[in-house]
């Protein structure tokens, strides 16, 4: 793959080469229908390539081996970024960087502008006495849809597009509602986010609209 279209990306840029099946289990977390398609993997109208081996500098020389799996839309996607998305997230759970648009970042470490948590995603909008019980602390309403409690901010907001994630919500959905989880302290709002998401009957999807199952899901390679 020329070395331009990888630096174009979205590209993930990882320190060991992942097996087709490996990449599968990440990419099937963004949409459970990705399916193998020859080497690559497909996700909606998005194809994720299979892993080529590439020069360090393509990351700056950060890693000292590099294998880059380049993410093209081959379609309509169901959101926007979709495919810059994928190519964070599974740089994100493998350990890499993600390049796009010439741009080198670190997943793991977002910047102070990006701080993007767990969101939980509902078939419909929680009322105030739906939701303020399961903070389990002292709320504040900054203004209508966002609050504060014990540090965190919560906003509960229109879900843009279809995450594919989020599926099984659906048939039961034509617009979806996002609470928006930000703050310091990732592992504390995995946990409140999936303590929403059983209290509401929503599914918690991280910043990059990566399906989250556990706490430890939201944070990055030990």
Same mark, same amino acid.
């Given at each position: 793959?020329?070395?331009?279209?990888?630096?174009?990306?979205?590209?993930?840029?990882?320190?060991?080469?992942?097996?087709?099946?490996?990449?599968?289990?990440?990419?099937?977390?963004?949409?459970?229908?990705?399916?193998?398609?020859?080497?690559?993997?497909?996700?909606?109208?998005?194809?994720?390539?299979?892993?080529?081996?590439?020069?360090?500098?393509?990351?700056?020389?950060?890693?000292?081996?590099?294998?880059?799996?380049?993410?093209?839309?081959?379609?309509?996607?169901?959101?926007?970024?979709?495919?810059?998305?994928?190519?964070?997230?599974?740089?994100?759970?493998?350990?890499?960087?993600?390049?796009?648009?010439? $741009?080198?970042?670190?997943?793991?470490?977002?910047?102070?502008?990006?701080?993007?948590?767990?969101?939980?995603?509902?078939?419909?909008?929680?009322?105030?006495?739906?939701?303020?019980?399961?903070?389990?602390? $002292?709320?504040?309403?900054?203004?209508?849809?966002?609050?504060?409690?014990?540090?965190?901010?919560?906003?509960?907001?229109?879900?843009?597009?279809?995450?594919?994630?989020?599926?099984?919500?659906?048939?039961?959905?034509?617009?979806?509602?996002?609470?928006?989880?930000?703050?310091?302290?990732?592992?504390?709002?995995?946990?409140?986010?999936?303590?929403?998401?059983?209290?509401?009957?929503?599914?918690?999807?991280?910043?990059?609209?990566?399906?989250?199952?556990?706490?430890?899901?939201?944070?990055?390679?030990?």
């Amino acid at each position: 793959m020329a070395k331009r279209r990888l630096r174009t990306g979205p590209t993930a840029a990882l320190p060991a080469k992942p097996s087709q099946s490996e990449l599968l289990r990440i990419v099937r977390l963004a949409d459970p229908d990705a399916r193998a398609d020859g080497d690559d993997v497909l996700a909606v109208d998005v194809r994720v390539h299979a892993p080529v081996e590439a020069e360090p500098e393509l990351v700056g020389g950060e890693l000292e081996k590099v294998w880059a799996c380049r993410v093209t839309a081959e379609g309509p996607m169901p959101f926007d970024f979709f495919d810059r998305y994928l190519a964070e997230g599974i740089a994100f759970r493998l350990g890499g960087l993600a390049v796009c648009r010439g $741009e080198v970042t670190d997943p793991a470490e977002p910047g102070e502008a990006d701080r993007g948590g767990p969101a939980v995603i509902l078939p419909v909008r929680p009322t105030d006495e739906e939701l303020l019980p399961l903070l389990d602390g $002292e709320v504040e309403q900054e203004e209508e849809f966002v609050y504060t409690v014990d540090g965190v901010r919560v906003l509960v907001v229109p879900e843009k597009g279809r995450p594919p994630a989020a599926r099984e919500l659906l048939p039961f959905a034509t617009e979806l509602t996002a609470i928006e989880l930000r703050g310091d302290d990732p592992a504390r709002l995995g946990a409140l986010a999936l303590r929403l998401a059983d209290g509401l009957n929503g599914l918690v999807v991280d910043r990059w609209r990566f399906r989250v199952d556990a706490a430890e899901d939201v944070l990055p390679p030990a």
